[in-house]
């Protein structure tokens, strides 16, 4: 009777004897509703988040489960980002002390010219870090997004992508690695998102070179010769749709709003060798990979398509079978908790 455990909702009374630890505390742990808006957001603009792979039918326990490991890692980078995003507001606005920004500021308030600005700066700036960590505790802003397949879970963050997915990731898998964390039950990969982009050729360009250009600027040996790097693209659960109908073909792709694969990889390695002239291609050992993943959307319009874009360093990837994210938990354990 596990799928009508599943489908409970917020409110119902469970017993906690022979529930899993996820399902005794689902009280506390509370499901946001689907943002039924997000279909429309992100054609309008790009987005940050996670794309979390689970088993079937057991997305709302994944759902609680993801929300739990991201607010305790995501929530010190998150509530860093936000003061830094508030500090560089009021510094834009109003020059510094030193240069005699603080008599040139209350010049141009006296004179009405910013005094609506300026007012909102100083309300932002006074925000209390305990009106800032509550607002992240309510699942640090996460809107859950409806997707049109199962096993999936898309959570996006609003549209400033100031959130360091790649580095929540890398947190998460530190503390795995030091026992901190104990692995998850559900939830399989995640995937971190930095941008959200349309899947056509000029956007997907721009937000290659975007990311490629900040991990060379955050990259530690700056002098390395040679950057190898791959490139990955999931179409996740179209091409096997496609490959069964026998229709797995370039027409069909175009039909559905689709790159085909060859001329996403095309695209991309421009994209990156545009940025880095000294990179190459390597599929075994990438020092880097970006990977693109056709996200799913339920209420896209027919012949539109969003992607994920990420650039990931290797210590986050797996190149077998192929380019992926590294698994939160062992093949083995991931194929008892499917076949349970």
């Not at 607010?71 to 109003?94: F, H, Q, T, W």
């Not at 960590?133 to 997004?145: A, E, F, I, P, Q």
């Not at 026998?246 to 694969?261: A, F, H, I, V």
Request: with cysteine.
């Amino acid at each position: 009777m596990e799928g009508g455990k599943e489908e409970l909702g917020l409110g119902h009374e469970e017993k906690a004897e022979g529930l899993k630890p996820w399902e005794q505390h689902s009280k506390v742990i509370l499901i946001p509703r689907f943002d039924y808006k997000a279909s429309s957001s992100l054609l309008e603009r790009s987005h940050s988040g996670f794309l979390v792979t689970c088993p079937i039918k057991r997305e709302k326990s994944a759902t609680k489960e993801a929300i739990s490991i991201l607010e305790e890692y995501a929530r010190p980078l998150c509530g860093k980002n936000m003061d830094e995003s508030v500090a560089m507001k009021r510094r834009k606005i109003c020059p510094s002390e030193a240069e005699g920004g603080r008599d040139k500021c209350v010049e141009r308030i006296e004179s009405g010219d910013v005094l609506k600005s300026c007012s909102e700066v100083t309300k932002e700036a006074s925000i209390s870090s305990s009106e800032i960590d509550d607002s992240v505790k309510r699942s640090l802003g996460l809107s859950l997004v409806k997707l049109s397949r199962s096993g999936l879970l898309l959570l996006t963050f609003p549209s400033n992508n100031i959130h360091q997915t790649v580095d929540t990731l890398s947190c998460i898998f530190h503390s795995l690695g030091s026992g901190k964390l104990k692995a998850p039950h559900w939830c399989h990969r995640i995937f971190p998102i930095q941008e959200t982009c349309i899947l056509n050729e000029d956007d997907l360009r721009i937000v290659v070179s975007k990311l490629f250009k900040e991990y060379l600027a955050n990259k530690e040996d700056k002098h390395e010769t040679s950057i190898k790097f791959a490139v990955g693209y999931n179409r996740r659960g179209i091409d096997e749709t496609m490959t069964k109908d026998g229709k797995s073909t370039d027409e069909d792709s175009k039909g559905l709003g689709l790159l085909d694969r060859d001329k996403c990889f095309e695209i991309v390695a421009a994209a990156i060798k545009a940025v880095a002239n000294n990179a190459s291609v390597d599929l075994k050992n990438p020092e880097v990979a970006v990977l693109v993943e056709l996200l799913p959307i339920s209420g896209i319009p027919q012949g539109s398509s969003v992607a994920a874009v990420s650039v990931l360093p290797h210590d986050l990837l797996t190149t077998k079978p192929r380019l992926c994210v590294k698994s939160l938990v062992s093949d083995s354990k991931a194929a008892k908790i499917k076949g349970s």
